[in-house]
């Protein structure tokens, strides 16, 4: 049909009667987002490996009016996650899934100062664990009429992030993932889309920022905040930092109708970083 549809914009952003999960929800973004998706009519299985964090974010989604329940797993460990999804997705079946559990990696500089670990853990973490959550998924979302696929990427997966290669590497590689499931899925309208945040205080780059201070000289007397500050101000075009709400409505909306025939996009939230 050409022309608008006569739904208004605010009926195909809701997600009523639809069904999501989050991984990485008991902190930072995954926590913002299920509580974003869960306000738009969402039913979010929170999945995250600390239960006690979980469990906080299950009552803030509560207390946003939403419907939620905790599942812990470890993303990295391909079984817990196929039996966490598995038992989410019995009773009303699985629409959206959103995987934002990460972690960052040690410095670099040079990168022969990242140790095996380091790049084992990354990959194993925001790459395969992605990965892991989406094979536990493909079932149920071939069920859906309207499937949907958000990763949560970074910036450092668009431009080279030299401080920190193991994660910057891992989120190029979740790019490239996204793009190879957005081409294998659109004949089954599930859509698969990354999104790459800025700069935002988390405490992923709370403690980011305490390692970048005690390995950079001229870091020395700074604490994270200085550093996160410093950062911004020498990066960030539209100099100011990005928000975990600016991330959670842009991938509200990607979960949406509205959103329908974007796939395969790896959309930047950055102030300007990636122009």
Known sequence: MDGLSP???????????????????GAGLGRVIAIALAQQGAEVA??????????????????????AQVFVCDVA??????????????AAGLDIVVNSAGVASAPGMPFTNNTEADWDRALAINLKGAVHTCQAAHPWLLRSPAGRIVNISSITG????????????SKAALNAWTRVLA??????????????????????WEKLGDEMARHDPAQQGSDAADVFA???????????????????????FLCSAAAANITGQIIGVDGGVTI
């Open 230 to 252: 410093q950062r911004v101000r020498q990066h960030v075009p539209m100099q100011r930092p990005q928000t975990v709400q600016d991330v959670a409505y842009l991938v509200t």
């Open 158 to 169: 668009v431009i080279a992030a030299a401080y920190m290669p193991p994660y910057s590497v």
């Open 183 to 204: 081409r294998e899925l659109a004949p089954h309208h599930i859509a698969v889309n990354a999104v790459c945040p800025g700069f935002i205080w988390t405490p992923l």
């Open 77 to 90: 460990h391909a079984q817990q996650v196929q039996d966490a999804v598995g038992q989410a997705a019995s």
């Open 46 to 67: 929170l999945l995250d490996r600390d239960a006690a964090a979980a469990d906080e974010s299950a009552r803030q989604v509560r207390e946003a009016g939403g419907r």
């Open 7 to 25: 739904n208004p914009l605010a009926t195909m952003l809701r997600l009523d009667g639809r069904r999501a999960v989050v991984t990485g929800a």
